[in-house]
């Protein structure tokens, strides 16, 4: 499994995870009183062969899920001069992974960015605040604004569209 096939569970699992019943937020400290208090009663039998979870082709990332419009506006990407500062998530910015800043969508939220001019997407994690310039919606790593299209021109009109986990 690949680095970024791991960050793609990562993030899916910290969305998902809190909202599994029987998910609770019991401290570390408190997870032994707690199993001492459940009881073990004994031990479940694996069963002899695979059991298929789910089908999905080798390549479906998710990425063809629709989701919420968030409507249309400008788009830029920022990318050397910030490669390895600390983004408002709390991680080092990688101008080579598809990431981008917005100004309120929460962090780890994936969204659909669609170039306007030539209809190429590309899905990106939101792990920072921003755009801070004019009247623009959303700031691409080099790596999204490169898929779409937008490198040569520095900002363009885009589509966003709000990835459900």
Do not use: C
Request: aromatic letters at 4%; a neutral charge; glycine letters at 12%.
């Amino acid at each position: 499994m690949s680095t970024k096939q791991l960050r793609r569970l990562a993030v899916v699992l910290a969305i998902i995870l809190p909202s599994v019943p029987g998910h609770t937020e019991t401290p570390a400290v408190d997870a032994p009183q707690a199993v001492a208090a459940q009881g073990i009663t004994g031990t479940q039998q694996l069963p002899d062969q695979a059991v298929p979870v789910a089908t999905a082709s080798a390549t479906d990332d998710g990425d063809d899920v629709s989701g919420t419009d968030l409507g249309t506006g400008t788009a830029s990407f920022y990318g050397r001069k910030f490669n390895g500062r600390m983004t408002a998530s709390g991680e080092r910015f990688d101008m080579t992974e598809l990431t981008a800043a917005h100004r309120s969508l929460p962090f780890g939220s994936r969204v659909r960015v669609t170039n306007v001019a030539n209809g190429e997407s590309v899905v990106v994690r939101i792990n920072d605040r921003g755009p801070y310039h004019g009247n623009r919606v959303i700031d691409l790593s080099r790596a999204a604004a490169t898929e779409i299209g937008l490198v040569g021109r520095g900002s363009g009109k885009v589509d966003l569209e709000l990835l459900g986990s």
